[in-house]
Structure formats: structure tokens, C-alpha cells
């Protein structure tokens, strides 16, 4: 009998994955709190795999796991849930750390506590351990910029001066986080591989780049940045670029992420490893409100001169490691995926 644990599984990548993992295992388990930001009437979602066992509680909560791991001991945790707000992260940053921080270290404590030791935990993690990232100057310098003050930014120095950004891989960037989103979630990249090489648990770290598609929230106002371009183009509104609409995003269908998520759960040579997971193309944020506008006849995108600390300037992701060492690579185009995450949105919301 294999048995799948997901945290935050009842969320926008958990649903995909757990009908994807449907026949790979013999029982999944979610614990889920239903968190009112995401899930707007905190029912069981539609898209959940009707094979999985739903808690509705919170992973904080160390007696929501000692009653799940009295009944269940997972061979594989896919650990999902957090707080994943990058802006709203800087105002509520002990709500981030105490799901993201916390809310791993009491799954921790809880595995060891009830003697529910897994083989494997796989941590989606994000492209925001990078920060800003590399850059190499004009003069072919690579170095770290660091973080935009807000000096900077009020003053539009939107990029960093003579230097061209460099996209981000494990093998090259070395994390720095510019958020405290991205802070958490680099530190439950630490507590997942501290804790698994010392109770000799297999684990993959996936650090994934915006992941977007039908199924995404769309109420969560802090992310999904997609979903929220598509709301304005279908009311005939011009959308908003911050900035000067020409950061870079590295957009990844979600079921290429679920299919990398799976891959690395049932491949051995993926343990003990951190991969990038993204399309490997840098769209720029116009590319994206062009593309939107255009499908839904709306006013061409204005640039409106905003910006919102914690942001960084450009993020994409190198996949060439991961390409060669997983059985993996992402199928859906830019193109097809807005396509796709329109025609859904359009059915959520009508015409
Ligand atoms: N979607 C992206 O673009 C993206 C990019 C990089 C990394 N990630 C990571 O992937 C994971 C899943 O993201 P998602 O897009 O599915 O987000 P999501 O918000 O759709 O899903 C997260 C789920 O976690 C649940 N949750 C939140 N706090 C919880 C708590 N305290 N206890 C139990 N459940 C809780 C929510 O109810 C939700 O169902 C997160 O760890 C996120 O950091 C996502």
C-alpha cells in the first residue's frame, strides 16, 4: 500500500497533481486549511482527485498531524501549502514565516514524533530564493546587484546600469532572496535537506518559476498575476504596466509543473537534488498584456509608472540541467497556455 501525503494540496498545482498521481498510488492524503484568500467558499475543490482524503486543517497546527499520523503513514510528502504572497509577504511577514517556517518544522517534528519517517518528500520551493539573481556587466563581469532600494525604484531605475540579466540556475545562481516570501521559502529549502540527510529520507527540492494555467485562483489578488490581466481585458479595461512593462517572467503551464513534480517523485536520480522548473523563455510583462488585450479586443496596455517592492526585475529560468537529468521537459508554448487559461476563465466568469 503507497500512500501520498500533499500539504496545501487542495491548491491551484496540489489539484492537478493529485489527479495526475491518481493511479500511482494506492491512497493520497491532503491536509489543506482552505485558506479564504484562495478558496473563496472553503468547499473541497471541484479539480481535487475524488481518490483523495481531504483534512481540512492547518499544517501549523501540531495536533492536526498527530491525528493524521495515527492513521496514515506516508511513504512519499509532497509539501505544497504556504503563504505565497511576495508583496503581501513584506506587511505580514510572521504570517509567511509561521506557515512557511513553522508550518514545515511542526510536519517535521511530526514525522519523527509519531514514527512516520517517509522515503521521500519532494518541497516545491521558488524562483524567489534567487532574488534579482546574477547580472553580467558590459565589460562580461557576472555579479550580484542585490536588492532595488526604494530610492531606485521611485526614481524608475528600473534595471541594474550597463549590465544584462543572466537567467537563473541552481548550478550558477547563488540564492538571495528579495522578499520575505522568497526568505521563507529558501529557509524550508534548509529545514527539508538538514532534516531529510539526517534521518536518511530522500528528498527534491523544485524551484519553480510562475506557474500559470486553468485551476489558478481567482480571487487571490497577491498572485496570479495572469488571471488578473485577463479580468481587465475582458472588461474592455487598458492594463496597468508597472515598471516599464519589460520584466522578464519565465511562465510555466501547470500541467508541465504537475509532470515534473511527478517525474521527480518515481525518479531515483532525482534525490538529493534541487531543480529549476520553468519554460526556459523570458516573456516580458507587455508580451503577456499584449497577448490579453489583443484576445479580448481590450486597449492596448499603458505603462502607468508603478511598482511594488519586493518585486524583482527579471526572472527566468536556465533549464538546462534540468533537462538533462530528468525525464522532463515543458510541452506548453506561451501561446497555447494563454489560450488555454482564457478559455477556462472565460467559462468561470462567462463571456
Ligand atoms: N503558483 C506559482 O506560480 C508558484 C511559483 C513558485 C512556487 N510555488 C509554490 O508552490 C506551492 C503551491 O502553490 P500554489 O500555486 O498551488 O498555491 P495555492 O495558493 O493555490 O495553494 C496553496 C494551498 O495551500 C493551502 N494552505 C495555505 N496555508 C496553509 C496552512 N497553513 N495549512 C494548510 N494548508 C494551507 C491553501 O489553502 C491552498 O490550497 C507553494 O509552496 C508555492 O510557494 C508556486
Redesign the pocket.
Given at each position: 500500500m503507497k500512500t501520498c501525503l500533499i500539504?496545501?494540496?487542495?491548491?491551484?498545482?496540489?489539484?492537478e497533481v493529485s489527479t495526475l498521481i491518481e493511479d500511482a498510488f494506492d491512497n493520497i492524503i491532503v491536509?489543506?486549511?482552505?485558506?479564504p484568500?484562495?478558496?473563496k467558499l472553503r468547499q473541497r475543490?471541484a479539480q481535487l482527485s475524488p481518490k483523495v482524503n481531504l483534512f481540512v486543517?492547518?499544517?501549523?497546527?501540531p495536533v492536526t498531524w498527530d491525528e493524521v499520523l495515527s492513521k496514515w503513514k506516508p511513504d512519499l510528502i509532497l509539501?505544497?501549502?504556504?503563504?505565497?504572497g511576495t508583496g503581501q509577504s513584506l506587511t505580514e511577514s510572521s504570517r509567511h514565516a509561521?506557515?512557511?517556517v513553522v508550518?514545515t518544522t511542526q510536519m517535521l517534528d511530526a514525522l519523527v514524533r509519531n514514527n512516520a519517517i517517509p522515503s521521500k518528500i519532494v518541497?516545491?520551493?521558488?524562483?524567489?530564493v534567487y532574488g534579482e539573481g546574477k547580472w553580467i556587466s558590459n565589460e562580461k563581469n557576472s555579479f550580484y546587484p542585490g536588492q532595488r532600494t526604494n530610492k531606485q525604484l521611485a526614481h524608475g531605475e528600473w534595471d541594474f546600469k550597463d549590465s544584462a540579466f543572466l537567467p537563473m540556475n541552481k548550478n550558477h545562481t547563488i540564492p538571495m532572496p528579495t522578499s520575505i516570501?522568497g526568505a521563507t521559502?529558501l529557509a524550508?529549502e534548509h529545514l527539508v535537506t538538514c532534516w531529510c540527510n539526517a534521518y536518511g529520507v530522500n528528498f527534491t527540492i523544485l524551484?519553480?518559476?510562475?506557474?500559470?494555467g486553468p485551476g489558478?485562483?481567482l480571487i487571490?489578488s497577491y498572485?496570479?498575476i495572469v488571471s488578473l490581466f485577463v479580468r481587465l481585458a475582458k472588461q474592455k479595461q487598458s492594463i496597468p504596466l508597472y515598471e516599464d512593462g519589460m520584466m522578464l517572467r519565465d511562465f510555466?503551464f501547470i500541467t508541465d509543473?504537475a509532470h515534473a513534480i511527478y517525474e521527480v517523485m518515481i525518479n531515483e536520480n532525482a534525490n538529493g537534488k534541487v531543480f529549476d522548473i520553468g519554460s526556459g523563455y523570458g516573456a516580458t510583462i507587455k508580451e503577456v498584456a499584449e497577448l490579453v488585450a489583443n484576445r479580448y479586443e481590450a486597449p492596448f496596455p499603458e505603462v502607468c509608472g508603478k511598482y511594488r517592492n519586493g518585486d524583482v526585475r527579471h526572472a527566468q529560468a536556465d533549464i538546462s540541467d534540468t533537462l538533462e537529468n530528468l525525464n522532463w521537459s515543458p510541452k506548453v508554448s506561451l501561446g497555447e497556455g494563454m489560450n488555454l487559461l482564457c478559455d477556462w476563465i472565460d467559462n468561470q466568469l462567462g463571456e
Open positions: 500539504t496545501g494540496g487542495a491548491g491551484f498545482i496540489g489539484c491536509i489543506d486549511n482552505l485558506h484568500q484562495i478558496h475543490p486543517a492547518d499544517v501549523t497546527d509539501h505544497l501549502a504556504a503563504e505565497t509561521n506557515v512557511n508550518g518541497l516545491s520551493s521558488s524562483r524567489a516570501y521559502k524550508q524551484r519553480l518559476q510562475n506557474v500559470y489558478q485562483s487571490n498572485t496570479g510555466v509543473v
